[in-house]
């Protein structure tokens, strides 16, 4: 039995978000296959396969954060899934995922490209510079990027300056209403 865990992708990284699943569970699954989509804070990466085998039980959700290390999924030899039971409960980090059983759901388009220049993350040709997760938090949060001033390479917008700017905000949770001017 393989097990697939959270990887190191670059030497800064602390933890990883799996950002989509590009196998299901059942899938057969051979060495050097593209099971996965995984973000970290620079960029977004493939996790490839190290083991051949059916992919038992996918233990991550997508969108779920977890630290390098950690159990995501398990490759098995048959396509009878690995009980749950030994598998450990991964702790939700924002809202509850849906069901990795559910109905695969289209991945959401990405945010729209603006033509004025963003204060802080934008380049000349308008198009704002973040990293995956920090989009992803200033979504979840209801935060136009455009107004995020970024302190990353070259002025790039990373997930603590969205972090910043919602506790500025006042931005507790997603899906919050933004505080009265």
Excluded: H, Y
């Excluded at 997508?62 to 409960?89: C, K, M, N, R």
């Excluded at 924002?94 to 993350?121: S, Y």
């Excluded at 970024?150 to 700017?165: A, L, S």
């Amino acid at each position: 039995m393989g097990e697939v865990t959270m990887p190191r992708l670059s030497d800064t990284m602390s933890e990883g978000t799996v950002g989509r699943w590009l196998k299901k569970v059942g899938d057969q699954i051979a060495v050097g296959d593209i099971i996965a989509e995984i973000e970290t804070d620079k960029a977004t990466m493939e996790l490839e396969a190290f083991e051949a085998g059916v992919l038992q039980q996918i233990l991550i959700p997508e969108g779920q954060t977890v630290p390098i290390g950690q159990l995501i999924a398990i490759i098995g030899d048959s396509a009878v899934p690995v009980a749950a039971a030994s598998a450990p409960t991964p702790v939700p980090t924002a809202a509850p995922a849906p069901e990795p059983a559910a109905a695969p759901t289209p991945a959401p388009a990405p945010a729209p490209v603006t033509t004025a220049a963003a204060p802080g993350g934008g380049d000349e040709n308008g198009r704002i510079k973040a990293s995956p997760v920090a989009r992803r938090l200033a979504e979840e949060l209801g935060i136009d990027l455009r107004q995020v001033v970024g302190t990353g390479p070259g002025g790039r917008i990373i997930k603590e300056n969205v972090e910043e700017f919602a506790a500025r905000r006042g931005t507790a949770a997603p899906a919050a209403a933004p505080a009265p001017a």
